[in-house]
């Protein structure tokens, strides 16, 4: 058996009109704040979208953020350049080399998607919104216009407290660590050698200029060539038949 719906209380007639009253009264009797534009530029949120800025570098004119625009306001011309082997006997590559990058804001309905399908961080919204022209044509910024906008771009916000570190970020930090280690290891090893080399006793040279000994003593010879004291040859016994002939 279906349980039976709450009561609720009998509407007053009239009562949303006289809400509605209480906030009109409320506003009229607070002062009016009027902004002194252009004077005072006002306070825009970090995230408003006022132009599209172009980061020349990262762009590989893929043509996806004017595939994807409905609207059909990003006009992208290029060719294509040969680009040198990086190593003797490799291949020879070819690469994009951008011509025209071109946005239409006469057409641009702001949605993003441009930004959104950048696959290189090509793009970016800027706050600044004061590029009103007279003509329309004016309205088409070229990529030299569009890199100038690159310069209003607000940094990104920081990153929570107990989020996970980007990855991008943490493998460069990890190359950035081994190769320090390496130079510390090998500025360890060049000043170990260092260290050895002058501890290590150095020969004294001979007075009078180099002589070369020859002699027995204790039964070893020296070599008159290498000067290395080599063990003496014993000697042949006399044949007792050669003394008495």
Known sequence: MAEPLPSTRPRIPGSGLAKGLAVTLRTMTKKT?????????????????????????????CMLCARECPDWCIYIDSHKET???AAPGGRERSRNVLDRFAIDFSLCMYCGICI???P???????PEFEYAETDIHELTHERDKLREWMWTVPAPPALDPGAEEPK?????????DKLAAEAATAAEAAELAAR?????PQPEPPAGGTTTTTGTTAGTTTDPTTGTPEPS???????????AS
Do not use: M
């Not at 991008?168 to 950035?176: D, I």
């Open 196 to 200: 050895t080399a002058e501890q290590a």
């Open 168 to 176: 991008e970020l943490a493998a460069a930090r990890k190359t950035a």
């Open 233 to 243: 040859k014993p000697s042949k016994p006399s044949d007792p038949q050669d003394g």
């Open 33 to 61: 704040v009027t902004a002194q534009y252009p004077d005072a530029q006002p306070e825009l949120p970090p995230r408003s979208r006022g132009v599209i800025g172009l980061f020349e570098e990262n762009c590989t004119v």
């Open 83 to 85: 680009v040198p082997p």
């Open 116 to 118: 959104e399908v950048c």
């Open 120 to 126: 290189f961080d090509a793009l970016f919204w800027s």
